[in-house]
């Protein structure tokens, strides 16, 4: 159970980050009483991608085909959703949500009860809604993604109101040698419910994705390196790359030709 202290506590942190937006927002005035992450996102959706804070629903959504081609073809859904899927079972999640975002901030997959999930669909957190900054202003996934860590969006330090009944806890995912996420994990419920480790908690589940992309993208470097010595009995010229076009290997014939710089 929720102690009283703690819950006073996050009414404060309400009433605060509401006269924050308001000044921010309504006067225009420069941000502040908010942390500095949240204070870097509002400049960067009001000046930058001029979001209106009346909006309904995030302003660009993919349905049908196009939602199903982004899933099938996206390799962090193949290893992450069972994963999601099996912690949502696992762990009383109560009054949240836990989703999968890819690495442009549309929403793949949403994991959580029933209620829950109809409930968030009605300001558009569904799978195919894209939540990045440009889209739908700072909020728990769209942020994480353009700030590279994982965070949180409490509440009314959501730029748009619509967003302010919940609090989005999310973390980027890794892969080798990218430096830009390749995805996200949000954990989002009302705000009335937050949860204090809401942050360690998509962070571990994010580290536990990007093992999952390691360990695949070692064993498909090993197999193109198999087939590269297997078929360099041919005596042709072969270069072995990986899904990054990074070269894996060069046989002799190759570099004889400088087929590779």
Not at 5 to 18: N, Y
Not at 141 to 154: D, H, I, K, N, Q
Not at 222 to 238: C, D, K, N
Request: proline content about 6%; charged content about 25%; hydrophobic content about 45%.
């Amino acid at each position: 159970m929720r102690s009283v202290r703690s819950h006073t506590a996050e009414l404060d942190r309400r009433h605060l980050s509401d006269r924050a937006w308001q000044g921010f927002v309504q006067d225009g005035g420069h941000p502040a009483a908010v942390p500095a992450v949240i204070q870097r996102s509002w400049l960067r959706v009001r000046d930058n991608h001029r979001i209106d804070p009346d909006l309904r629903r995030p302003a660009r959504s993919l349905a049908g085909d196009a939602l199903r081609q982004r899933v099938e073809t996206d390799d962090v859904v193949r290893l992450a959703c069972p994963l999601l899927a099996d912690f949502a079972k696992r762990v009383e999640i109560a009054d949240h949500v836990l989703a999968l975002f890819d690495r442009d901030g549309f929403m793949l997959s949403i994991d959580g009860r029933p209620g829950v999930v109809e409930a968030v669909s009605e300001i558009g957190f569904r799978p195919g809604a894209c939540w990045s900054e440009d889209s739908a202003g700072t909020n728990g996934p769209g942020t994480a993604l353009a700030e590279g860590r994982p965070l949180e969006v409490f509440a009314s330090e959501h730029y748009v109101a619509a967003w302010q009944p919940w609090t989005c806890a999310a973390a980027p995912i890794h892969a080798p040698g990218q430096q830009a996420p390749v995805g996200i994990v949000d954990l989002t419920g009302p705000w009335q419910a937050h949860r204090p480790h809401a942050v360690d908690t998509v962070a571990a589940l994010a580290r536990a994705v990007e093992e999952r992309l390691r360990a695949a993208l070692s064993v498909r470097e090993e197999v193109v390196r198999h087939a590269f010595r297997t078929a360099s009995a041919l005596g042709e010229g072969l270069v072995a790359v990986d899904g990054r076009a990074t070269v894996l290997a060069v046989n002799d014939a190759a570099a004889r030709a400088r087929l590779v710089e």
